[in-house]
C-alpha cells in the first residue's frame, strides 16, 4: 500500500482544514487507517484511527469533538476533517495503514509523506 496525504496549511486558530490520504491498491478496504501527527521536539501522537470497513473509529483525546475521520473504500481514500483548529495542533501529520486496528503508531507499517499543518494565534 502506498499512501500520499495532502490538505496541510496555514490557517487561524478557530479555523477548519481537512485533510486527505489516497491509497494506491485494490485491498485498501483490509487495512485500518490512522492519521498521526509530530510536533517539533515532541513524540508523534494518534490523531485519529478508523478500521477497514469505516465502522470504528478513535480519536486522541485533545481532538475528540474536533476532528472527523472518514472514508471512501470505493476511492481508496481516508479524511480528516479538523475543526476549531488551535495552535497546539501545529504538526506534520501522517497517514499510516495497518493490517490490524491499533493506535500505536510504531505498529503500522505503511506511511505517507506527512503534510504540514499550521495553527496561527
Known amino acids: 500500500v502506498q499512501l500520499q496525504a495532502c490538505g496541510g496549511g496555514l490557517v487561524q486558530a478557530g479555523e477548519s482544514l481537512r485533510l486527505s490520504c489516497a491509497a494506491s491498491?485494490?485491498?485498501?478496504?483490509?487495512?485500518?487507517v490512522g492519521w498521526f501527527r509530530q510536533a517539533q521536539g515532541k513524540e508523534r501522537e494518534l490523531v485519529a484511527v478508523?478500521?477497514?470497513?469505516?465502522?470504528?473509529?478513535d480519536y486522541g483525546d485533545a481532538m475528540k469533538g474536533r476532528f472527523t475521520i472518514s472514508r471512501d473504500n470505493a476511492k481508496n481514500t481516508v479524511d480528516l476533517q479538523m475543526n476549531s483548529l488551535k495552535p497546539e495542533d501545529t504538526a506534520v501529520y501522517y497517514c499510516?495503514?495497518?493490517?490490524?486496528?491499533?493506535?500505536?503508531?510504531?505498529?503500522?507499517?505503511?506511511w505517507g509523506q506527512g503534510t504540514q499543518v499550521t495553527v496561527s494565534s
Open positions: 491498491g485494490r485491498t485498501f478496504s483490509i487495512y485500518t
Open positions: 478508523i478500521s477497514g470497513g469505516g465502522g470504528v473509529t
Open positions: 499510516a495503514a495497518a493490517r490490524f486496528y491499533d493506535r500505536i503508531w510504531s505498529r503500522y507499517d505503511y
